[in-house]
């Protein structure tokens, strides 16, 4: 739902508020003229929805993104719609000819004097319930981090820094204990689109109170790493390990180490409730187990929690399932020789 203004925050945007307004009133709230950003899959839902009301509240739509990929989807709707397109990066002057910039999922970061080109400024669609998980990966955070809830933002492009600006609308997204981020990615990307159109429909009055974000309540959701598919067996929970692996799925794979190898973890679940660790207080987290009812490995965690492995892939091998894992590899084994280690350490990662 759009956010309502704050009266008693009237004066300490008076400034903002003032010089929004003298803008907007030179605009016909019908005819708006919009310069959409966007690179992606997240973007494309967005762009799909202004263009679906080009000529009724939008009299003009037109599209920045990069040519680097020929496979950027947004490009390939733009040139498949006819709609006119640029290429990042842009000038000020190819701004003129337009209201409003919208961004979504673009990846750059825009220049002053290209959001001073808009009479009504430039807005965002942000994955997160802003200033929680600012940043290049909110999805991921949202759901690594275990958060029951997270949403979309619709906020003001600000130059210089990513993700700080007033927020004109937000919408909550509940977080399903099971989901998976390709899920949660499309679900968001649609939730984004539909309030964008809502805020783009009240314009330019939908723009003029913001409320200002909390430094205070800010996280930070940075550029993903290889290094956050690492499992730290004596430190991370069988919840954590699984919060990770839905949190990255179909983008990268979970790693460890078996004795020299390195390991990629496909296909990770919690054990059900009525099944009971076979692990003993001594064995350290990492040890693995077939288990042979249950057509799976079990790996102990931290705190004697455990998870149970399904698929996985040894560095130089094929992907396998967890009984082509026994009968391959710890059938040979020991008992005590039967662990998984940390990318980092064969201690700790």
Known sequence: MILSSISSNFYKYKRKLTFIRTFSTKINKNDLKVLFFGTDNFSLPSLKV??????????????????????????QYAEQQKLRLYKWPIVAEDCHAYDLGVVVSFGHMIPSQIIEAFPLGMINVHASLLPRWRGAAPIIYAIMNGDKETGVSIMRIEPKRFDIGDIFAKKSVTIKPDVYMPELHKELAEEGANLLLEVVKGCPQTLENPLKQNEQEATYAPKITPAITEIDWPNMTAQDIYNRHRALYTFKALTCRFQTKSIEILEVK??????????????PPGSVEYRRERKCLQVKCAKETFVEIFRLRVEGKKAMNAIDFNNGFLKKLSKSEMEFYCNKTAVSC
């Open 50 to 75: 202004l263009h679906k009301h080009n000529n009724s509240k939008i009299e003009n739509l037109a599209v920045v993104t990069s040519f680097k990929s020929p496979a950027n989807c947004v490009r």
């Open 270 to 283: 919690l054990p059900p409730a009525t099944v009971k660790s076979t692990f003993s207080i001594s064995s």
